[in-house]
């Protein structure tokens, strides 16, 4: 329980304005962009720097204080919902880009700093750090959820692109993992065991983030296709060719119909391959482009709009950014469910097919990153309708236990957090046991973000 | 104590010939190829699979016996020296491909079959595994020290290219971790604890290997340099401008001289790039291959050898191939010891600049995979005589702390083994407590390849 003393003791350390029990900041925190319940923190506090957190840790951790971190609460699967309530730790303060190492490819930053805003400043010396979650999440966000995206098929998800963390730990404790090298074979690898835990064993205050040189060239491509099996026949043999696409996405029918209603397009509404290739110049992409085309022409691609350059991609691109604010606005009233498996290759047509059917007479849109497998759902209905809902949920059920069948994953990029917990077991075996495992070794008295991960 | 009784157990298991005492079949199996003290094991086993694997373990930990993976013994650190005797599990008959599945880019293997018998059955398929140390080491060996080798700087290390593992534990038992699906956000990613952990978390018996379908076209080439700034130069300006190179190797004037003379050549005794660029087809790297060729020239590059296709990038490579061998021959009589740091980029001059100064009157050769800032030096000298080794193993040690201050790494790719322990302490500080505790919380007994990694 927070009492009067310990908002005093938080008060001492952050001063009056990093800590507040206002209703509507702690209403603020009590949501992400998923349908999860919300449940509202006793306090939420901003901490300007990796000491702030620890003392604030340190505070929770002799008052056995649940702690959840917060980006910008824009994850999808109840992730930051401070279910236990306790402290809920805000990062936007922390939002500094502590160094850029242009010639390591380096750039070093507090966890608050939101990934959009720091490719901002890193295209100034020709650099970027390609996980693209779509949202305005924050690198610290990302790190918890191991956050991916469109260009993931080319460069990684987040655990490629991290070097190297600062945690602060249950007890308040710091430490340092990972490393500047690009390579090492030195000790246990525990960056890795932290990216994508949630903030559930540790709190990753700073990063140093793995980055790329922008491209000097680039093409996109939009492939029209009379069947997804088309599409995903082509997936297979861009991926296949030796080409290395920066981005492989594909889109049904149906958000293509989305998108030329709420937008006013008018594109086919078929299944549909978004594409684009990276390149040292623009000069270089021409044979590639043309080799793509053909690809897509052998698999009986009924049209093919492409371009190259910056202003080309672009044009290219616009159509697919914000589908989800598409979606949503469509439908007034309605809330989403948003599915997020992902299957290995090979698999890709059959769970296509198999959602297709599951999702038949709903208001769902089917799209995702192909070139990795990855697959979302969006379902927009209405949870207070209970026996529509809990229908919703069946088939978001199905769907999963369909991809975990299928040798694949019950999230591909959005995270466990309260959503996922009970496929776990199905998806991990007898491994669910050593995770729990570590769990209680960082986080021996459940106070970091609990709730999450385990049910 | 490995006594009569365990023998007749382990013979129950596997059979007369999958056990042997034999004095030369232990010899072979008390050292690798480092200057390490070999120590016999008591007995050596042959499994064929990974029940037999999970028995032979369930014997040693009823019994306290210290259990050693082997994989041929090509790694440099002491990694699978038994320094407590006991078992030694050597996996060359668990050398099968289990299942190649081309459309998902991926192979199921046990893990004692070599990499490069891998990739000749994998090239009928137009895939390969990337990762490639050099020495004909087995897959099992590179997941155990996270091997990676020249082509890392495009497709990454071991971790970076396996998707699942099958791993025996300390009590016999069998667990799966990972996921065939590219990409996943569900639960710790414990997969990436046990690669590079050279056996002392889990013994992995069998792996799901992420592949890469090989380029249509290559192209490389050979750069001259007056010193060793413009050669390094060269590396920050090739990798920064958006190209992807496939090979980025580092050789200094003493390697083209060992070289010229062991294999008759007449090569630049200078320091010298070797590049490598893979694309869909050959057509479309003659651009890139001009625009390397331009950064070279800018960089006052004062002899350029290269080529397009296969062939051509043979022959180029061709006088890479063996270097270790032909230093070894140029000194008869004397040992190897083989230095391996990585540090951020920036500062690879730096180092090389280091190491120059230190090795100078030794017989010492430099070389790398520049391209992610990983150096290698061979120092081949006399172990008997101790004033002389003591004098090279002082020079790595000062070298090593040398890469550590300039926040690099003490091992880019041999792995920690028994010469890098006492170093993990200095480069991971506090985090190295919880690598202790990771170790206790897997192998409570400690019977899992002991000595290693921990002093």
């Known amino acids: 329980m927070i009492d009067e003393k310990i908002l005093k003791e938080l008060r001492l350390i952050l001063g009056d304005d990093g800590v507040s029990t206002g209703q509507s900041v702690r209403e603020l925190h009590s949501h ?8 509202l923190p006793d306090v939420v506090v901003f901490p300007n720097s990796k000491d702030d957190v620890s003392r604030i840790v340190r505070v929770a951790n002799d008052n056995n204080i649940p702690i959840t971190p917060w980006g910008v609460g824009t994850s999808l699967e109840g992730n930051p919902i401070p279910v236990d309530k306790g402290i809920c730790i805000d990062f936007q303060k922390m939002n ?10 380096q750039v070093d930053v507090q966890v608050g700093v939101i990934y959009k805003d720091l490719n901002k400043i890193l295209s100034r010396y020709g650099l970027f750090f390609p996980p693209d979650p779509g949202a305005a999440a924050t690198i610290g966000g990302m790190i918890g959820n191991n956050a991916s995206g469109i260009r993931t098929v080319k460069y990684g998800a987040t655990k490629d692109c991290i070097m190297k963390i600062k945690v602060v730990l249950a007890d308040g404790s710091v430490i340092d993992v990972g490393s500047r090298a690009r390579k090492s074979s030195s000790g246990y690898n525990l960056c890795a065991l932290f990216i994508g835990s949630e903030g559930t064993l540790g709190i990753v205050t700073e990063a ?8 000097g060239g680039y093409t996109a491509l ?6 997804v099996i088309n599409a995903t026949d ?5 991926m296949s060719s030796g080409l290395m696409p920066a981005a492989m996405e594909f889109l049904d029918s149906d958000v293509m119909a989305v998108l030329n209603k709420d937008r006013g397009l008018k594109l086919h509404e078929m299944p549909t391959l978004l594409m684009e290739f990276h390149g040292y110049n623009e000069e270089g992409l021409k044979p590639e482009l043309a080799f793509v085309e053909d690809i897509c022409r052998e698999n009986r691609c009924i049209f093919l709009d492409k371009g190259i350059g910056a202003t080309e991609r672009a044009r290219l691109w616009e159509m697919r950014h914000l589908t989800f604010e598409s979606i949503k606005r469509s439908h007034p009233g309605l809330l989403p469910l948003i599915m997020d498996v992902a299957v290995p290759l090979s698999r890709y047509s059959e769970m296509v097919g198999y959602i297709k059917k599951e999702i038949n007479g709903l208001k769902a849109y089917v799209f995702g990153h192909a070139g990795d ?3 979302h759902v969006i379902v927009m209905d209405n949870p207070e309708d209970r026996v529509r809902w809990n229908r919703v949920e069946e088939i978001n059920e199905r769907i999963v236990l369909k991809a975990l069948s299928l040798e694949g994953t019950c999230t591909g990029e959005h995270g466990v957090g309260i959503g996922k917990r009970h ?11 050593f995770m729990k495992r570590v769990k209680k070794m960082f986080d021996p008295k459940g106070i970091l973000n609990p709730g999450k991960f385990f049910s």
């Open 234 to 238: 082509t997936v297979f043999q861009v």
């Open 373 to 375: 497998g990855n697959i």
């Open 423 to 433: 496929f776990l077991k199905i998806e991990h075996g007898d491994s669910l046991e």
């Open 32 to 39: 992400d962009e998923s349908f999860h319940t919300p449940v």
């Open 96 to 105: 500094k880009v502590l160094a850029i190492r242009k010639e390591d490819f």
């Open 208 to 215: 140093t983030l793995r980055l790329v040189g922008l491209p």
């Open 222 to 227: 939009r492939a029209v296709f009379p069947d």
